[in-house]
């Protein structure tokens, strides 16, 4: 069975970090590129980031590029999302998603269960 199991999410304050993490298991992790997708109340499914099988290659949305980086230990089955200078406007569920593809939102069956992330101060 395949298994997506975030953690790390939080309230923050403006300006703070956060470290999401994502465990993975039923399926094989490194040769899968990952990444992460998040929803904000009330808003569709937004693509955040994305990483390759071997982790030599990432991309992230414009919104937070700069800000976020993605990475991944292949030997854990575990992925992360390094998050600084947050903002009220990151505030969502965040989402570890498996195959996914550059700008596009993969099926919600390929989605973890979530994490919430709220920035407020």
């Known amino acids: 069975e395949v298994q997506l199991v975030e953690s790390g999410g939080g309230m923050v304050q403006p300006g703070g970090s956060l470290r999401l993490s994502c465990a993975a298991s039923?399926?094989?992790?490194?040769?899968?590129?990952m990444g992460w997708v998040r929803q904000a109340p009330g808003k569709g499914p937004e693509w955040v980031s994305i990483i390759s099988w071997r982790g030599a290659t990432t991309g992230y949305a414009a919104f937070v590029k700069g800000r976020f980086t993605v990475s991944r230990d292949n030997a854990k089955n575990t992925l992360y999302l390094q998050m600084n200078s947050l903002q009220p406007e990151d505030t969502a569920l965040y989402y570890c998603a498996r195959s996914m593809l550059w700008g596009v939102v993969p099926p919600r069956n390929h989605w973890g269960q979530g994490t919430q992330v709220t920035v407020s101060s």
């Open positions: 039923g399926f094989t992790f490194s040769s899968v590129d």
